[in-house]
């Protein structure tokens, strides 16, 4: 992670064309893409994920989906 990024985990609500809308907490949600490690590796991001989202310090409405955690 660089200095300049934030992490946050959050729950995806709203999946449209390639855009996930994460909600972090109950009033704050981020307008997310997937990283490239995620599409390489076909990685399938679903309604209700828990996901790690990297943040960038300047523009915090915009990030990015960095690791689907694992439900179980």
Same mark, same amino acid.
């Given at each position: 992670?660089?200095?300049?990024?934030?992490?946050?985990? !959050?729950?995806?609500?709203?999946?449209?064309?390639?855009?996930?809308?994460v909600?972090?907490?109950?009033?704050? #949600?981020?307008?997310?893409?997937?990283? !490239?490690?995620?599409?390489?590796?076909? %990685?399938?991001?679903?309604?209700?994920?828990?996901?790690? %989202?990297?943040? !960038?310090?300047?523009? #915090?409405?915009?990030?990015?989906?960095i690791?689907?955690?694992?439900?179980?």
């Amino acid at each position: 992670m660089s200095d300049d990024r934030l992490e946050a985990e !959050g729950i995806v609500i709203d999946a449209n064309n390639g855009k996930f809308k994460v909600q972090i907490n109950e009033n704050y #949600t981020v307008l997310c893409t997937l990283s !490239g490690r995620i599409r390489t590796n076909s %990685v399938r991001i679903l309604l209700g994920d828990l996901v790690r %989202v990297e943040i !960038g310090q300047y523009d #915090t409405s915009m990030g990015r989906i960095i690791f689907r955690i694992k439900a179980g």
